[in-house]
């Protein structure tokens, strides 16, 4: 089955410990993304790459770090958690770039 | 003022019905105009996905999009309540930044 697979879906934390989100997709696609979505903010994205060892900023990259070694993994990093990273985080994954996005199910992070 | 707005609802209909769901945009270069539908505790997942101006039909669903206006749309006739979701637009330009800018969403109820 095609998918974008995301660990963990939940997760609470404390403030300054880090952790990485991991996301996985298994249909070959160049382009992958991180959105953070908040009421009233809608998708925002956090970081894309558009393939192997090329990623670039998004609109609100602050406190976050991404790599793309392989073409189907794109982890999230959160070097030293604060509170306004609580959210809920989408990795997305598509063939083109950025063309119809395939979304994961989602991990809802909360920092306290 | 955001570059997409979309009314957050929630829209409440009757089983059956014919909804309308919009968003407006600021930016004359957006190109290509997507709708997503999210279900509770899910990712989003494409629905519609068109270029310019013009309508598009796909089912029960029909996207149209004025660019004079800056003005797009989602139709869905017989509504069910299956349907019941928050319905996302987003959209993109052709040259230059080619990320996706989403709307907030709009929730939507079909009663049965």
């Known amino acids: 089955e095609a998918q974008v697979t995301q660990n963990p879906r939940y997760l609470i934390t404390v403030t300054g410990k880090k952790l990485t989100v991991t996301c996985s997709q298994n249909?070959?696609?160049?382009?992958m993304s991180w959105y953070r979505q908040d009421p009233g903010l809608g998708l925002r994205q956090i970081y894309y790459s558009m393939n192997v060892e090329v990623t670039d900023k998004g609109d609100v990259p602050e406190g976050y770090k991404v790599s793309r070694k392989e073409k189907r993994n794109f982890p999230l990093i959160l070097e030293s958690p604060s509170p306004n990273q609580t959210s809920l985080y989408f990795c997305?994954?598509?063939?083109?770039?950025?063309?119809?996005?395939?979304f994961g199910p989602g991990t809802r992070l909360t920092v306290t | 003022q955001k570059e997409v707005e979309q009314d957050p609802g929630p829209l409440s209909v009757p089983e059956g019905a014919i909804v309308s769901l919009n968003c407006t945009y600021s930016n004359s270069a957006f190109q290509y105009f997507m709708w997503y539908r999210q279900y509770s505790r899910k990712g989003p997942e494409l629905l519609m996905y068109t270029y310019s101006s013009g309508n598009k039909e796909d089912g029960r669903f029909t996207a149209q999009v004025d660019k004079s206006s800056k003005y797009i749309s989602l139709f869905i006739r017989d509504s069910q309540p299956s349907d019941s979701a928050t319905y996302l637009c987003a959209m993109r330009q052709d040259t230059g930044r080619r990320a996706l800018t989403f709307g907030s969403g709009t929730r939507l109820q079909v009663q049965p």
């Open positions: 997305a994954s598509s063939p083109r770039h950025p063309g119809e996005q395939y």
């Open positions: 249909m070959n696609h160049e382009y």
